[in-house]
């Protein structure tokens, strides 16, 4: 830092072949922000890629994700290894979400993601649950032709085991090599998280015949699926088969798997001693363990003791020491638990429940009202519960920790974020669609029965209850909602020698959802004339997020393919869709030489909307959106640009022109039409 300082004061910072060694010197002593400084004065003169990364390696080594991301803005140029990077980086902070998206961003730069890339954003899938965008990765994998390693396809069985699709990831399992013992064991880990224990013990039995040796980590799997399935022999004999067989000395995440097993069969007495004889020191996880059994099997002084053992405690560790003296009727030592975890300032971990709908993910809390159809979700949770209660659910409500009336327990249980999910799913699904939840902790006993009884319905009489449908309120009938409709519109200056300018895109799916509007400017590469008309300058479209039609297709496939139901159509839906909108689409993605995809259908409401008639009897003088919002009395609220604008209108007018014409989603579907319906010339406007 001296010479640094010495350097400054003779003006020889900015020599190209001094500042390089200091900038990795500081890196090299985790001296980050010195190092960003001079990062910055390199980008002067420097391009190359080599030490943005450094910068970035720097600051995810200490998950400094924030700053990571400022480096990663300004460098010039992005190779693969930056955005690797950041996706692998966003994982190991828990940005989800961020890792997602910034994959999705790679996949548009033009770079061709490696199996580094494809690896962490899997990784991201199975934590998150994001099962559609995991298959929609596993299908990329597919057309790029990735050859598939160990690495990949341990994360490809380890992203559907762990977003409910066992049957896929077996499938996987059985028609990969299974030369590695990473495959082996994301399929054990896979079939323990799902309570197939016996399968489990088959799959280990016939990986030894394959002269396969088990690891440290396939015990772990082992020992957990034993714990899940209440195998306590088995869990004792793989114990001791670890030690003596394998010559693998147990670690605290075998002790603690073992533990559970003990704890779940009731047997405390034994899992006590084993914490209390380890050859490792117990974690906090492992005490948790014997905690939550204490709470389940009502053993008050064993939870007390258990709990002095704790070096640190988290909310949930106060939220079972209080349940077990609520389950004793021991309402004011609960009562000091509390007390005492407010003291220490200690907040309690939400408990949050998300279901996927098309494309979208819902997150839910226990008694949560800011969802738009909450009115709606009550009404099907209500409808749910006396059916359940008919089927035989009667409300642990001993579960509640407060000295309250049986009604407000009852209540209080009703309203956690997991039913509140499945109301919202049996809400928005149809007939036979499955329903699956996710949750940040783990489901209480109370959901626990209530989903059992739940499921065990037929999903067709759930659908009857009288509730809100939105396929009631699109169509005014009941009835399956038998595609993903998408409302778009696409504005521009119109046409001439010079070629097409095109200025604004929007499309918005009609189902609603978080993620369900798509809306962007295009850039022409060229000077837009009439701009004026839009509000859209040349400096506006010319922004380098701005993409070019090329770059915008694949991004537009990805919303749609995210959007789009399993096994269900796209219907496209414009107004004067037939003569601009959809020729126009038709016609941009076959110069780009992308194929239509065969499941996409068109509507064109212009004809539809020519069939009303005013309250005379007479024809409507003009059906254009906006005749149609004034008849309507739309209002618009919020800025938007034209193609925004006339999207949002659109939902609007659907929804009312098809009650008042009495037309449903299945009539909408006979009065459409597909893109070898139109001819492929160039369109007009």
């Given at each position: ?674 893109a070898s319906d139109l001819p492929a010339t160039r369109p007009e406007k």
């Amino acid at each position: 830092m001296e010479i640094h300082c010495h350097l400054t004061k003779v003006g020889l910072l900015s020599n190209q072949h001094i500042t390089p060694p200091l900038f990795k010197l500081y890196i090299a002593h985790d001296h980050m922000l010195e190092a960003r400084e001079l990062f910055w004065s390199m980008l002067e003169w420097s391009t190359d890629p080599f030490h943005g990364n450094l910068m970035l390696m720097g600051f995810l080594k200490s998950r400094q994700l924030d700053k990571a991301y400022q480096i990663f803005k300004r460098m010039p140029v992005k190779d693969l290894v930056s955005w690797n990077s950041m996706i692998a980086g966003a994982v190991r902070s828990s940005h989800l979400k961020e890792a997602m998206n910034l994959f999705s961003r790679l996949v548009c730069s033009g770079l061709v993601p490696d199996c580094f890339s494809f690896s962490s954003v899997l990784l991201a899938c199975a934590r998150a649950g994001a099962r559609r965008y995991g298959v929609w990765v596993h299908h990329l994998m597919t057309e790029l032709g990735v050859e598939m390693n160990h690495i990949l396809t341990s994360a490809l069985v380890d992203m559907y085991a762990k977003c409910g699709r066992i049957e896929v990831a077996t499938e996987i399992f059985n028609k990969v090599k299974r030369n590695h013992i990473f495959v082996w064991n994301a399929m054990i880990s896979g079939l323990a998280s799902h309570g197939l224990g016996s399968d489990v013990m088959i799959l280990f039995d016939k990986m030894k015949s394959e002269e396969l040796v088990p690891d440290g980590v396939t015990f772990v799997a082992l020992l957990t699926a034993c714990s899940h399935c209440g195998m306590v022999e088995e869990a004792r004999q793989y114990f001791r088969s670890m030690t003596t067989e394998y010559s693998i000395t147990p670690e605290v995440e075998h002790y603690g798997a073992l533990v559970d097993t003990l704890s779940r069969a009731g047997l405390l007495d034994e899992a006590y001693k084993l914490v209390m004889s380890m050859n490792v020191k117990p974690d906090v996880v492992i005490w948790r363990a014997l905690l939550s059994a204490c709470r389940r099997y009502c053993q008050t002084k064993l939870g007390e003791v258990t709990i002095e053992h704790m070096a640190c405690h988290g909310s949930g560790d106060y939220t079972l020491l209080s349940n077990i003296y609520s389950s004793a009727n021991r309402w004011n030592d609960s009562e000091e638990v509390w007390k005492q975890r407010k003291q220490k300032k200690i907040r309690k971990s939400k408990g949050l429940s998300w279901v996927e709908l098309g494309g979208s993910t819902h997150e839910f809390k226990a008694g949560d009202r800011s969802h738009p159809d909450t009115e709606d979700i009550y009404l099907v949770l209500h409808g749910l519960c006396k059916r359940a209660k008919v089927e035989g659910y009667a409300p642990l409500t001993e579960l509640v920790t407060k000295d309250v009336s049986e009604e407000e327990r009852e209540e209080n249980l009703t309203f956690h974020s997991e039913k509140l999910a499945v109301a919202y799913s049996v809400l928005k699904t149809g007939p036979g669609t499955e329903i699956m939840v996710s949750k940040n902790l783990q489901i209480c006993s109370d959901c626990h029965e209530w989903m059992k009884i739940i499921s065990k319905s037929e999903l067709e009489q759930l659908k009857s209850l009288n509730c809100y449908n939105v396929e009631e309120e699109f169509s005014g009938v009941k009835t399956e909602w038998p595609a993903t409709i998408l409302v778009f519109d696409i504005e521009t200056t119109g046409f001439s020698r010079r070629g097409d300018r095109i200025i604004e895109f929007a499309v918005r799916d009609l189902m609603g959802g978080k993620n369900s509007t798509f809306q962007t400017l295009i850039n022409p590469e060229q000077e837009v004339r009439n701009s004026y008309v839009h509000g859209i300058s040349n400096s506006m479209l010319c922004r380098p997020d701005v993409p070019r039609f090329g770059e915008l297709i694949p991004i537009l496939l990805q919303y749609v393919w995210s959007r789009q139901m399993d096994g269900k159509p796209v219907m496209w839906v414009a107004h004067n869709g037939r003569s601009f909108d959809v020729p126009f689409l038709i016609f941009e993605l076959r110069r780009c030489k992308v194929e239509m995809p065969g499941d996409w259908l068109f509507v064109d409401t212009l004809p539809i909307a020519r069939q009303l008639v005013d309250s005379n009897g007479s024809k409507l003088s003009s059906v254009s959106l906006k005749n149609l919002r004034e008849r309507y009395k739309i209002s618009l609220t919020g800025s938007a640009h034209r193609a925004m604008q006339d999207v949002t209108t659109l939902c609007y007018v659907l929804q009312k022109l098809t009650f008042e014409l009495k037309l449903t989603v299945p009539l909408l579907l006979e009065k459409s039409f597909r893109a070898s319906d139109l001819p492929a010339t160039r369109p007009e406007k």
